[in-house]
């Protein structure tokens, strides 16, 4: 029989969601694959039950209904600061992860060179490796995952084509400086590089950090793709809805990539979601007081657990150092965890480039509730140790 693609050789099943499994075939309290456990905004349920019964129900235009678009990039425009067109400067997707993939499919040849920091979120690895391109991998070091200037330097020295932000940081929670941002930038316009951003996390963040709009960086938008998602932003992360930004002529090539990929985003969950496109400042700025109360009360609980953890500057995960249990394989550990304690956690190996296997991620992205009764669970965590 023919071989199988030579692009999937190394790849393996996610490892978030393979944790995902084991959490529910164990009655663990899921703190690995990052969806909350509370409904979204009612608005949005309310016009979700009065879609349900008038439609739409078939395909809307393949890059994105015009109402969502138009509501999209006028909360967008707001944000960044700048005037997006709906019409030529927007694609809908069936998520982030397929914004992502459009776009390195729309942007790389085989043999380029992408530029990532790790530790990164699993997809970005693996949309390299399917595009045909070869990863550069740029430490973000610990405890507050900054970068080394002259690493980076010596990265885009290699020629990258494109290089991947998530900015705020999953896993690590890190939210780049304007200063580290405009670093980046300076050594993209010298070196004349596509910068591709993962905004997913941008409304969940934590004071004073602030986060800035790579594409609003002087001389940035020509040659920046913004890619994120409505998922976090508002707890629909069933729904699949992501999209691409970015300038017309690179809008042009990414929607014809996505149509071939998907045809289009479900076009009723484009129709219930336009409210909540349109909610004043009021909306995110209680998103951030529930997110940062969420923290605190878990970071609080993990220090009374006696757990050592970093800090996250936005998003909604935190690194545990798992250390002092006496394991080598962090895999084991997180599958311990999740069967013998009953918290489900992602194995920190999964996230870095670097031999890193003395991390696990949590996440907190629950109700009070929950976390309560997960920290509950992690007081006994002595039992793992060896």
């Known amino acids: 029989m023919p071989g199988l693609s030579d692009r999937t050789r190394g790849f393996t099943d996610s490892v978030i969601r393979r944790m995902t499994r084991i959490s529910n075939e164990c009655g663990a309290i899921n703190l690995s694959q990052g969806f909350p456990d509370f409904d979204p905004p009612q608005e949005v349920l309310d016009r979700l039950e009065e879609v349900s019964h008038a439609g739409p129900h078939q395909y809307s235009v393949t890059w994105g209904a015009q109402n969502f678009r138009e509501a999209l990039a006028e909360k967008q425009s707001r944000f960044m600061g700048r005037r997006i067109d709906p019409d030529s400067e927007v694609v809908v997707t069936c998520g982030s992860t397929e914004a992502m993939m459009a776009v390195m499919m729309s942007i790389i040849n085989p043999g ?58 999953n896993p690590c929670g890190k939210v780049f400086t304007r200063q580290e941002l405009l670093h980046i930038a300076r050594l993209a316009e010298e070196h004349d590089v596509f910068v591709v951003t993962d905004e997913v996390y941008e409304h969940i963040l934590y004071r004073p950090h602030e986060h800035v709009y790579f594409a ?155 976390l309560t009764a997960a920290l509950d669970r992690l007081r006994h965590i002595d039992r793992l140790r060896r």
């Not at 699949?240 to 009723?268: E, M, N, Q, S, W």
């Not at 489900?344 to 629950?366: D, M, Q, W, Y």
């Open 112 to 169: 380029d060179r992408v530029v990532i920091f790790s530790p990164f979120y699993e997809n970005y690895g693996a949309d390299t490796i399917l595009s045909g391109a070869e990863p550069i991998y740029v430490e973000l070091r610990q405890p507050d995952y900054t970068y080394d200037p002259e690493e980076l330097e010596a990265a885009f020295a290699m020629k990258p084509k494109a290089l991947i932000l998530c900015n705020p940081s």
């Open 216 to 370: 609003t960086l002087p001389g940035m938008w020509e040659r920046t793709i913004s890619c994120s998602s409505l998922s976090k932003t508002y707890s629909i992360t069933g729904w699949r809805l992501g999209y691409v930004i970015g300038p017309a002529h690179i809008i042009d090539v990414v929607r014809k990539v996505h149509d071939f990929l998907t045809v289009g985003a479900p076009a009723p969950l484009q129709e219930a979601l336009v409210p909540a496109l349109r909610f004043g400042d009021d909306y995110y700025r209680d998103l951030q007081r529930k997110y940062t109360e969420k923290r605190d009360l878990f970071l609080e609980g993990l220090d009374e657990a006696g757990i050592i953890h970093n800090v996250p500057q936005g998003a909604y995960y935190v690194l545990v150092d798992i250390s002092e249990f006496g394991y080598e394989d962090d895999h084991r550990f997180c599958e311990d965890l999740a069967r013998i304690v009953g918290v489900g956690a992602v194995p920190g190996s999964s996230f870095f480039r670097e031999p890193v296997n003395n991390l696990a991620r949590l996440h907190f992205a629950k109700s009070e509730e929950t």
